[in-house]
């Protein structure tokens, strides 16, 4: 580790999105564990000198993680995971020793406890400020509390910091022994046109960061996201490591394409001869309201066109994509390419994620896209570390 470096650890880490853009703001991930070995596998491929384990973690000794790492109780900077948080509240419809959701929880807790960082970072849905009313957040803030952390609570847009897609997250920070700031949440660098449609206030407060009329930059569109990867046709495969067929456009292509040897998890999925024949009638930002009705599936024949309107959508290619799912499956979204004739690869939900080129997914293509799907994605992860990295100096 170089000096000057943050540490910390990524619990529920998945593929490491969360951790790809704390590294990127100067952060070193010294551990991360996830139950799902192909997860493990990208984690582990991508984060060289990482300790990683695929395990449960509540069969995980939270101290003898800590001693193998060589850490004393308070040194590590950041503790960071996204921890199923539904079912945690004590005031919960149904209480039962069996909800495997609370106990996940308590053992990140558990976690904390035993490593006592100096910041804890959680993130979940947004709907986890409504869910039980707000007492599953409640109790979280409190359980937080007892450990002796000032917590508090945000929903970034993702798009307000340069991710291409309409995608909100929920944002927990707590500062071990004192109040957290206000600056610990990232203001936004971009204007972009989402609205949340999700509750937006706790305890009489609005949680959503909105840029101010300072911010100037725009947001990230579909096309400067994907608009330099290399064409394919409907279920092409091609060479495992494609070569970039023309110069970066922007600065987003340009930093995607930072490290990278070539275009890796590039290829088209197959589409049934029906969605290929639908794709025809939709243009560039339309959807399912293009289709002749004959076409469509006897369920949406009866939808009022108002209804589902990014389902067998093209996406706008000035515009921002439907949030990435664990499938790019166009019966759910808008996942068809804006000029061409199928649906998105993996590479392509990456980039609109904001992994950078050189980050490789294993496993089959379904797992992938899960991993993609699942991925905080890297720049939102990135402006939420920076934040936190200034508090970290700032207490030294």
Known sequence: MQKGEYTFIDLFAGAGGLSEGLTEAGFHSLFASDIVPVYAQTYQRNHVGTKVVTEDIRLLDAEKVRDELGLKRGELDLMAGGPPCQGFSINAPVRSTSDHRNHLFKEYLR?????????????????LVSFEH???????????????????????????????????????????????????FPDPIYH?????????TFNGKSLVKIPTSATEAKFTTVQ????????????????????????PQCDYQKRARLGSVGVINHEAPRLSKINLERLQYIK????????????????????????????????????LASTILTKCDPHWGAYFHYAQDRSFTVREAARIQSFPDHFIFTGTQAQ????????????????????IKSILTLAK
């Open 111 to 127: 976690f904390v406890d035993a490593f006592a960082p100096k910041v804890v970072l959680i993130e979940n849905v947004p709907g």
């Open 284 to 319: 560039p930002g339309g959807n399912w309201t293009d289709i002749p009705d004959e076409l469509l599936p006897k369920g949406m024949q009866r939808a009022r066109k108002s209804d589902h309107t990014k389902r067998y959508g093209r996406v706008d290619p000035s515009g």
């Open 134 to 184: 707000g007492a599953t957040l409640h109790a979280i803030l409190e359980a937080l509390s007892n450990l002796g952390y000032g917590a508090d609570v945000r929903i970034l847009g993702a798009a307000y910091y340069g991710v291409p897609q309409m995608r909100w997250r929920t944002i927990i920070i707590g500062l071990r022994g004192a109040e957290l700031p206000s600056e610990a």
């Open 192 to 200: 972009a046109p989402i609205k949340p449609n999700f509750t937006t």
């Open 224 to 247: 400067e996201a994907i608009g330099d990867l290399p064409s394919l046709k409907c279920g092409e495969r091609g060479e495992v490591v494609k070569e970039y067929t023309s110069d």
């Open 368 to 387: 992938q896209f899960e991993q993609v799907g699942n991925a905080v994605p890297p720049l939102l992860a990135k402006a939420v570390g920076l934040s």
